[in-house]
């Protein structure tokens, strides 16, 4: 049920809506693991892809006309007969595209009647299903995509578009594979699908709790441990749920007070729960769901998106943990209350068995070379095993709660689903009318031929789309939107698409529209604008080190010299130290306006990869001089005010 219906005070679902919206869940759920563990064809079930994924559709579409309202900030208690009835005309379409699409596709250029009746339909309930799901954002999207489609012919120079009649365009958007029964839609259910119930039976298996009480354990008695503990807790349940928001719930509830009683402001708390949070759809080896859908754009192995991300998303989060620590160090925040930290033998006593899942995960992944789908299902098997069997600090998974999750998760992917549906009509209108070659052409001609004035572009490009919108969607949009003008110029695809991922992922904490740092915000009770600048400088280094793996492909480990490979990270590793340091104002004592300009500077020095230029070496070694002089200078300050301070004997009070 939603979140308004669930408080206390609020009035009574219906039980029939209750009932209805659980069921859809279920069935939604139970269909996609059912295709994930290939239970169809051992069963002697052959149908296309295209035919499932419209059964799927139908589902789901049924129950977001269920669950969600015409009003989004409204409850829903009772089912009025419209939604019923989109309900209802959603499922049959779906079922009737399902069991006659061999039938539609074989006439398709003869127009069928059936086909674009059906296409009409589910173009104008997937639209008002993604702005009851998701919001208005990527309603506006497609609208203008859709409109720009049909008058594109008429535009001159280079976004002019082929002309298409507009039946003919919604039947290649309902129908064919490059639209909605496409290849978001198809990762969306097979792959995102699972991991969504993985998530959701760690999490209520007691996985999710081990987590954090491991985070605390580990980070608890070191300066400004309720900082850090936010940013190992959220780094680790943000690699499994991929959903922002769901992240800082299921941690920033607990870390904001903790860091709000440790000495943190309410500004400083919400901006570290909102960038640790954001960060976690970056790290390895789950990634959230994005990562599964830039293997099937790059048709490349997962495995080579995992590695990819390793070394970035390892200096974000070494960013936002220095730049915790020096703001602690600053304030004078110490560490947490002795009482409140777990021992850590006790928790890995207890705990230890939930790191198994991810030992399946991985081994079936990339030792076994399975799909993606089928490892999420083998990491499930493992968490009911441990939830039922063990639990967590004596709390024992119930068999109901395996049901639970199994609802959870169908509902749960509404949101996503739609998303899809919203990608498969961007992708198939850029296919069908040449939009897409045209975009690319138009942001190559705009950046002048200069790779950096193009990535700059690109760069604000992927942050102003992103607003409002949630990864998956971010990332598919930008996918068909810039990256193919970032590989026309001659930049990797790895390096292009893990480029569009960390500038759209960014538009969840950068102002004006900046998600994740207002929910966060509202959790701390801190003013949402202010936050989200404060997000942006704990999460500085999304914004930059995109530039310098595009460039230097040892960042992204696609490169075979080792010590080059070596050398690269370990620049890196040290400019952002310094840099954050800069930033903050602080590294042994509290910086001048002078040393942290220099400060930054150096780090930003050292930064340079060296394959950007022969410049980049002298470069390094000139920012490691500067860097180490400065450090060196505040360090022997430090301590000659220490020194200082201590009482010094004075002469004839001794014995």
């Given at each position: ?7 206390s ?8 809506v209750r ?7 279920a069935?939604?759920?139970l269909l996609?693991?059912?295709w994930?563990?290939d239970?169809?064809r ?6 296309l ?7 799927i559709?139908?589902f ?9 309202p015409?009003?989004?900030d409204?409850p ?6 419209y939604?019923a009835?989109a ?7 779906c ?5 006659n699409?061999p ?9 069928p009647i059936?086909?674009l009746?059906?296409?009409w339909?589910l173009f104008?309930?997937?639209i008002e299903?993604?702005?009851?799901a998701v919001?208005?954002?990527l309603?506006?999207?497609?609208v ?6 049909l008058?594109?012919?008429?535009v001159?120079?280079?976004l ?8 003919r ?12 029964f496409?290849?978001v ?5 097979t792959?995102v699908?699972p991991?969504i119930?993985?998530?959701?039976l ?9 987590f954090?009480d ?14 850090k ?5 959220s ?9 922002v928001v769901s992240?800082i719930?299921?941690?920033g509830?607990i870390?904001?007070?903790l860091m ?10 919400a901006?570290?729960?909102a960038?640790a949070?954001?960060g976690?759809?970056?790290m390895p ?15 490349r ?9 390793l ?9 936002i ?8 160090a ?5 560490r947490?209350?002795?009482?409140l930290?777990?021992r850590l033998?006790?928790?890995l006593?207890?705990g230890?068995p939930?790191?198994?899942?991810f030992?399946?995960?991985?081994y079936v992944?990339f ?10 299902l083998y ?5 009911v095993v441990l ?8 709390q024992?998974?119930?068999?109901r709660?395996?049901?639970e999750?199994?609802?959870a ?7 996503i689903?739609?998303?899809?549906a919203?990608a498969g ?8 009318t ?12 705009l950046?002048?031929?200069?790779i ?12 102003v ?12 949009l930008l ?6 003008s970032l ?12 480029f569009?991922?960390?500038?759209g992922?960014m538009?969840?904490i ?6 994740a740092?207002?929910?966060a ?7 949402p604008?202010?936050t ?6 704990f ?11 595009v460039?230097?492909?040892s960042?992204?480990?696609?490169t ?6 070596a050398?690269?990270?370990s620049?890196?590793m040290a400019?952002v130290w310094?840099?954050?340091?800069g930033f903050?104002g602080y590294?042994f004592?509290?910086l ?8 930054i500077?150096?780090?930003f020095?050292?930064l ?5 230029g022969?410049?980049?070496?002298w470069t ?9 002089a400065l ?5 022997l ?18 014995g």
């Amino acid at each position: 049920m939603s979140e308004t219906s669930a408080k206390s005070d609020a009035p009574p679902v219906s039980p029939a809506v209750r009932i209805t919206e659980r069921t859809l869940g279920a069935i939604l759920a139970l269909l996609a693991i059912g295709w994930a563990a290939d239970l169809y064809r051992m069963l002697g079930l052959y149908f296309l892809a295209e035919q499932f994924l419209a059964v799927i559709l139908g589902f789901a579409l049924a129950a977001v006309f269920v669950r969600y309202p015409v009003r989004r900030d409204a409850p829903r208690l009772t089912l009025p007969w419209y939604d019923a009835v989109a309900a209802i005309v959603g499922l049959a379409t779906c079922l009737y595209v399902a069991w006659n699409y061999p039938t539609i596709i074989e006439f398709f250029f003869d127009v069928p009647i059936d086909g674009l009746v059906c296409s009409w339909i589910l173009f104008v309930l997937c639209i008002e299903g993604l702005r009851r799901a998701v919001g208005m954002p990527l309603v506006v999207i497609v609208v203008v995509f859709s409109a720009y489609a049909l008058v594109g012919h008429f535009v001159p120079g280079a976004l002019q578009t082929r002309e298409i009649e507009v039946n003919r365009m919604v039947l290649y958007l309902g129908m064919d594979t490059s639209g909605l029964f496409g290849l978001v839609m198809l990762v969306g259910v097979t792959i995102v699908i699972p991991f969504i119930l993985f998530g959701q039976l760690l999490f209520n298996s007691g996985g999710s709790a081990f987590f954090n009480d491991l985070s605390l354990a580990l980070m608890g008695r070191y300066r400004g441990g309720a900082a850090k503990i936010s940013v190992t807790a959220s780094s680790l349940f943000g690699s499994i749920s991929g959903i922002v928001v769901s992240n800082i719930l299921a941690t920033g509830v607990i870390t904001i007070p903790l860091m709000k009683k440790a000495g943190f402001t309410p500004r400083q708390a919400a901006a570290i729960e909102a960038t640790a949070s954001t960060g976690g759809q970056l790290m390895p080896p789950v990634m959230g769901a994005v990562a599964f859908l830039m293997a099937d754009f790059l048709q490349r192995p997962y495995k080579d998106i995992v590695i990819a991300a390793l070394v970035p998303s390892l200096l974000y989060y070494i960013a936002i943990f220095i730049q915790a620590d020096l703001e602690a160090a600053k304030l004078g925040i110490k560490r947490v209350e002795e009482s409140l930290i777990p021992r850590l033998g006790g928790v890995l006593k207890k705990g230890w068995p939930f790191i198994l899942p991810f030992v399946a995960l991985v081994y079936v992944l990339f030792w076994k070379n399975e799909a993606a789908e089928l490892a999420a299902l083998y990491a499930c098997l493992v968490v009911v095993v441990l939830g039922l069997v063990l639990g967590y600090d004596g709390q024992r998974m119930k068999l109901r709660a395996v049901w639970e999750c199994i609802i959870a998760t169908g509902i749960g992917s509404l949101d996503i689903l739609m998303i899809a549906a919203a990608a498969g009509f961007i992708m198939g209108i850029l296919q069908t009318t040449g939009l897409g070659f045209a975009l690319t052409l138009f942001l190559v001609q705009l950046g002048a031929g200069s790779i950096l004035a193009l990535l700059v572009l690109s760069a604000l490009l992927c942050i102003v789309l992103g607003m409002g919108m949630p990864t998956l969607g971010v990332y598919v949009l930008l996918a068909v939107l810039i990256a193919p003008s970032l590989v026309e110029v001659g930049i990797s695809p790895l390096a292009a698409h893990m480029f569009i991922l960390y500038l759209g992922m960014m538009s969840m904490i950068t102002p004006p529209v900046a998600i994740a740092a207002f929910f966060a915000a509202s959790l701390a009770g801190s003013e949402p604008m202010r936050t989200g600048f404060t997000a942006m400088r704990f999460g500085w280094t999304a914004y930059i080190v995109p530039f310098l793996f595009v460039f230097s492909p040892s960042l992204l480990l696609d490169t075979t010299d080792p010590v080059q490979t070596a050398i690269a990270i370990s620049s890196a590793m040290a400019g952002v130290w310094i840099v954050s340091a800069g930033f903050i104002g602080y590294a042994f004592r509290p910086l001048s306006l002078p040393i942290r300009i220099g400060i930054i500077i150096g780090g930003f020095a050292l930064l340079m990869p060296a394959e950007i230029g022969a410049w980049a070496a002298w470069t390094d070694i000139a920012g490691l001089i500067l860097s180490v002089a400065l450090l060196t200078f505040e360090f022997l300050g430090a301590r000659r005010e220490r020194t200082a301070a201590v009482p010094q004997p004075v002469p004839g009070e001794q014995g």
